[in-house]
């Protein structure tokens, strides 16, 4: 059974940083792309940032040059390094796994104070 857990929200004020970690379990991971979607309130789910399996990274225009995706296939984690953070990334954020399926976390919640 595939499993995705994220860690790593919570609050922090306008121009903070957070790290976010997901580990995955039940599945082959090296071979496949990795995704960070996030959904605000009252909001559809939007992709933020996505990695192919050799590395190659792709960023939503409002988070290109703060938000950066990274994997370390050995440990089957992907990571979301978020820096200068507005109160508009607020929302909850899920990992995905880009396979025969989509296969989703259970989100973690990251909140930006103004």
């Known amino acids: 059974q595939v499993q995705l857990v994220e860690s790593g929200g919570g609050l922090v004020q306008a121009g903070g940083s957070l790290r976010l970690s997901c580990v995955a379990s039940?599945?082959?991971?090296?071979?496949?792309?990795l995704h960070w979607h996030r959904q605000a309130p009252g909001k559809q789910r939007e992709l933020v940032a996505s990695?192919?399996?050799?590395?190659?990274?792709n960023y939503a225009d409002s988070v290109k040059g703060r938000f950066t995706i990274s994997r370390d296939n050995a440990k089957k984690t992907v990571w979301l390094q978020m820096n200068s953070l507005k109160p508009e990334d607020t929302g909850v954020y899920y990992c995905?796994?880009?396979?025969?399926?989509?296969?989703w976390g259970q989100g973690t919640q990251v909140t930006v104070s103004s």
């Open positions: 990695i192919g399996s050799g590395g190659t990274t």
């Open positions: 995905a796994l880009v396979g025969p399926t989509f296969y």
């Open positions: 039940g599945t082959i991971f090296s071979v496949y792309p």
